[in-house]
């Protein structure tokens, strides 16, 4: 049997680009989950090993979708050679079970190692610039200017917090926290 796995990081992201290049390969059952590739915890992988055998064939688009670090990877790799398992991976081919294979896919797998150390170094550098600067909040963008909740805040005097939110769009939620930030 052919065995498709899909996975994507966070539960925005889309599965079904991986999905489809799967069922191209003609890939017998699909295996989807949203897990962050730091996750151990990732049931349908688990699911996916405990099902496969001898003879059959994990399919992936990408090394990273599969595997947490290089040293996963190899492990992987390495139970799934010894099970009799191929693994084909679709922006590298089919990994084979050769010295010549092994060297080719720890080759891929370093760089991608490589590549995610290097992402995350540079997001740590980027952050610690940022928080140099003055005008730095952690976190996301606040949604309403200073002068929208003074507004609210004016109106809040004479309105119920209802009122409030249908004239300004400003939940009573922001309109309480708002107030209690005041004093």
Same mark, same amino acid.
């Given at each position: 049997? /052919?065995?498709?796995?899909? $996975? ?47 003879? #059959? ?6 090394? #990273? ?13 390495? #139970?799934?050679?010894? $099970? ?17 294979? $092994?060297?080719?896919?720890? !080759? ?20 610690? !610039?940022? @928080? ?9 963008? @606040?949604?309403?200017? /200073?002068?929208?909740? #003074? ?10 917090? @209802? ?6 769009? !400003?939940? @009573? ?11």
């Amino acid at each position: 049997m /052919k065995f498709g796995y899909a $996975r994507v990081s966070t539960q925005g992201q889309d599965l079904q680009s991986q999905v489809n290049k799967l069922r191209e390969e003609y890939c017998d059952e699909i295996f989807e989950e949203k897990f962050t590739a730091t996750s151990s915890d990732r049931p349908e992988f688990q699911k996916l090993l405990n099902q496969i055998e001898q003879g #059959d064939t994990l399919v992936v688009t990408k090394l #990273d979708r599969f595997a947490r670090s290089a040293n996963d990877a190899t492990s992987i790799i390495e #139970d799934l050679f010894n $099970r009799g398992v191929r693994v084909h991976v679709l922006n590298m081919g089919i990994v084979e079970d050769t010295p010549t294979g $092994r060297l080719i896919f720890n !080759i891929m797998v370093s760089f991608a190692q490589f590549e995610r150390d290097m992402i995350v170094e540079r997001t740590q550098e980027g952050k610690e !610039i940022a @928080k140099k600067r003055n005008d730095f909040r952690e976190g996301r963008p @606040k949604k309403y200017q /200073k002068k929208q909740i #003074d507004h609210a805040m004016e109106l809040l005097n004479e309105h119920s917090y @209802k009122e409030v939110e249908r004239l300004t769009g !400003i939940s @009573k939620s922001t309109l309480i926290r708002s107030k209690r930030k005041r004093g």
